[in-house]
Each structure stands twice: as structure tokens, then as C-alpha cells.
């Protein structure tokens, strides 16, 4: 790339065609170029930042062919072939627009998808579109442009229900919600650097207009000025300034979430200016530039969420960034990542999410350790029941975590867990859960005493345990480990350090060895009365158990 950039800027023309054996294969922007070039990326080749497609034009094709092929592809630039698929030209954008003034054709059609109150209600629920009316209403005696986009968008389209309902405003999302919540209440939480707020919707009061339905309507509702964006490096987060709708959506990860419901002035229109309508209906997963994956390597994990969750397909070149973006992950903090593979494993299907990680190379690129157990679909399968009273309360994510991550080898989990930055608790937790799991040792063979393995097992939390004992079959260990939890680990001696000094001991680390010795026959059943423990008690002294003696 870094060699054919500076030719580019010397020509100065904004698309460039890009030929292989004489044949058209992509289309490569002074955009897409600069940016690879801004990002320190001059050594990628050409074929990794271009738009990859044979979509041409032949001289006697009809203009509106030329509309279609732009519209469909997105290209401002399509290059014109002859039969045999040589370049004879090209047409732009700028020669289309002349060609319109020239001709005064009617006015391009808006798109003709629409959505409707009843519609809104139908999938999101009657709060939910009654919610949306108020907002709607509001803006337009506002006199504000306003949006609902994002996921609530695509899921609506599709018929599926979604409470996270998103605005954005062309103009100050932060004063529009403050001026919701001084008309209706509520709470408004704000951040200024980006112009985003959330309206809180507790104690909404709607002047008589009740829209609440029991608990229908979701805790919040986000606002966002529209905006644009741009990386000061690979991997950064983004730098943003106030834009237009177009922008603001051209900044999102995939053409299905650049989907927009227009609310106000006019109620209702999609506006769909990136073809996410068509990979909607296709079921395609597609970035809306090269580079996307550059510019932020978490939608790599997205791209498997959102695969998984609505049954759709990565298409083809999209697949290609993903893999050219894999070293990208190395770059992003482990923060971001955690938070990214937690919204995975809360996803409906997280076991076949991760597996297609694993599949793509996604999960090594993270950390070369970080593989997926065969039967982990089994082990998420068995995280849905109810935890027995011994191991309750417990974090269902933390839980995962631990089943997921079990069969790694201690030594390299400890630095996977450091580079995903997990609690020092956490990691304990984790590790423990893996010896457990890769060195069951007593806890396998039959003639293990219920005094050894309590040894094993003491110190060891109850997340830990519970999640070993939900790994294989339920064997030697899994039952073991649930007697441990529910009977052994409480068993102690009648006697306690009181009774030891009573008898004229000296305190010290005999104490320690002697109530000891004195669970352990507990456990093992050698005494099963006071009468019993007394008698060891006495042997246990007359054999010097404790050097210092008598006082």
C-alpha cells in the first residue's frame, strides 16, 4: 500500500480500480487508504484494505444499472469493462450528478420500509411503543431531528424483542433528555466528552398519559448526539466530534446495526443507507469498511455474537478481515476483551460461540493458552441448575469462568487470567478450580480416607468446589466433593484449646497438631464419642505430642 500511496494523492481521485491478471477484483478509496496509512499500516498489500468485488459496468449498460450497482455496493467509482473483462473506464458519483443536471431526472425514491406504532407494539410491547411515541412527540415540538438506531432497530425488522432502546439526537442528546426529565422525570446521567445520556425511567410521571404496563418498559433509555469518529491509532478508543446521521451510522461495526427508524420531523421512515436492509434479509454479518477491524479488533468478538445470536452467516470477505485483523487482539487492553467474551458467555449459546472462537483462531490470537474444553456445552448446560444452599449465593459469570477454563494448565492460566485482568480472587479461584479438575488424585481412588481428602479440600472456596464438581460425570469426585461441602468439613473435635490448657498444656503449634489428629479420627471414624476422643486426647500427651510438656 505504501508504495501506491503517494500515487494516489498525486492523481487525486477519490476510488481506484484494482486488477489482478487483467481482471477487475476491488476497488481501493483514497479513505480506506489513508486511514492503513495513518495507522502505521503502509506495509499491508493492496488486497487487505480494499473493497474486494468484480462489480463493473459495461459501455451500452443503462444508467440506471449505474444507480443500482452504486446503491447495491456502495462503490463511488465502478469501472467500466469490455467484453472480455478489460478496463476501458470508469464512472463516478460526480459524472452521475452531472449527468442528473443535465437531464433533470425525478428525484431518487426514499426507501419504502416504514415502521409503524402497531408494529413497534407488536414486538416491543405496548409500553415500550407508547414510550417511543412520547419521546417522538417530544422532539418534534422540539423541532429536533431524532432517531431510534442500533440493535432495537435490526431486532425490530426481524421480530424479536429488545428493551435496549437507543436515541440519537442531530443536536444536544444531553439537553433533550434533561429536557424529558423535566416534563416527565425520572433521572438523567450524562457524559459530556460524548455527548451521550441515559434517562433513567423510575418514577416517570407522564401527565395522566400512563404508559407503564408492571414491569414492561426497561430500567433506562440512552440518548446520543450524532457524531463521527476517527483512531488516532489501531486499536485506540475513538476520538469523536458532533455529525450528521449518515456519519454518525457510518461509524458503527456492521451494515445490519446502521439501520435507523426516523422519529422526528417524520415519524417512521427506515433509513437504511448502508444496505443493511439486504444483509438483513440475506442473513449476512458484513463490516462497512476494510479497516473496521483495525480500527477496533473487538468487533471480531462481536461479529461471532451477533453470528450466533441471530443465526446468520460472516460473509466472505468480511471472514478474510477478520483473520488479516487477528494480531489486532494482541493490541486491545484486557479489560476490553473480558467484558467482550462475558457478553458471550451471556448469550443464549455460549458454548457454540466459543467454539466457533476457537475455530476462526480468535481465542490463540488472545493468548496462545486460551483453548475451549470438548465438553463445555455440557458444563454451561449444567451451570443452569439451581446451586445447591453449601455453594449459594454465587456469581453465575464467575461460575463460567471457572467451568471454561479448567482444563488449561495452571502455569499458563495464571498468565491468560492476569492478561484478561481478573480479580486476584477471581484467578484464585480459577486456578484452584483447575488442579481440582487436572490433578483429582485422593479425590479419584477408592480407599482415600474422608481425612485426606478434607486436607485436600480445606481451603479451597466454594466456587471452586462447586465448579469441579460439575466437570465429568458425577464419580468418586463429584461426590465427594458434595460430601466434603455438606458433612465432612464441619466435623471437629469436642475438644478445643480451652480444654488443652486445662490440662496444663503449653499453647503453641501442638495445639494445631492435636485437634488435628483428633479430627481426623472424627472423619475416619477411629472414635465416634467424647469418651472415645478423651482416650486419644491422653495418648496423644503421653506419647509427647508436645515437646515443651506440662506446665
Partial sequence: LESVFRK?????????????NGQIVGLL????????????????????????????????????????????SGWGQIPVVADDGRLIGIVTRTDLIKYWAR????????????????????????????????VARHAQESD???????????????QRANDDIDFVVEDDAIRFAESLQAAFGGQVHSYRPFGTAKWLLEDVTLDGNDITDGNALPDHVDFATARNEFYEH?????????????????????????????????????????GGLADLRAGLIRVLHSLSFVDDPTRILRAVRFERRLGFTIEPRTAQLIETALPMLRRITGERLRNELALLLREPDPAGSFALLQKRGILTAIHPAFSIPNDVADRFERAQNTPPEWAAPLDPLDLDWCLLLADI?????????????????????????????????????????????????????????????????NGLPHKRIWQYANEWRAVRPSTDGHALRARGLKSGPCYAAILSRLRDARLDGDITTDADENRLLQTLVDEGICNDGAE
Fill in 409 to 473: 494448565p495452571p502455569d499458563d492460566l495464571m498468565d491468560l487470567c492476569a492478561r484478561l485482568i481478573f480479580s486476584k480472587s477471581l484467578i484464585h479461584t480459577i486456578i484452584d478450580t483447575a488442579r481440582l479438575v487436572q490433578n483429582p488424585d485422593s479425590l479419584t481412588q477408592a480407599d482415600t480416607k474422608p481425612s485426606q481428602i478434607v486436607a485436600r479440600l480445606d481451603g479451597i472456596d466454594d466456587l471452586a468446589l462447586y465448579a469441579a464438581s460439575m466437570i465429568g460425570d
Fill in 234 to 274: 489501531p486499536t485506540a478508543l475513538p476520538t469523536v466530534y458532533p455529525s450528521s446521521i449518515k456519519l454518525d451510522l457510518g461509524r458503527r461495526d456492521f451494515t445490519i446495526n446502521t439501520l435507523t427508524v426516523q422519529l422526528s420531523p417524520a415519524g417512521g421512515r427506515v433509513i437504511d443507507d448502508y
Fill in 29 to 72: 478509496t483514497r479513505r480506506d487508504a489513508d486511514r492503513a496509512i495513518e495507522h502505521g499500516l503502509g506495509s499491508l498489500t493492496v488486497r487487505e484494505v480494499m473493497s474486494a468485488g468484480e462489480i463493473t459496468l459495461h459501455p451500452n449498460d443503462p444508467v440506471a444499472l449505474l444507480e443500482q450497482r452504486m446503491v447495491e
Fill in 8 to 20: 494516489m494523492r498525486r492523481i487525486g481521485h477519490e476510488g481506484f480500480p484494482v486488477l489482478e
Fill in 144 to 158: 429536533i431531528s431524532l432517531y431510534m438506531v442500533g440493535g432495537v432497530v435490526r431486532d425490530l425488522l426481524l
Fill in 103 to 134: 437531464t433533470h431526472p425525478a428525484a431518487p425514491q426514499a426507501s419504502a420500509e416504514t415502521v409503524d406504532q402497531a408494529q413497534i407494539a407488536a414486538v416491543l410491547g405496548d409500553s415500550a411503543a407508547k414510550l417511543i411515541a412520547l
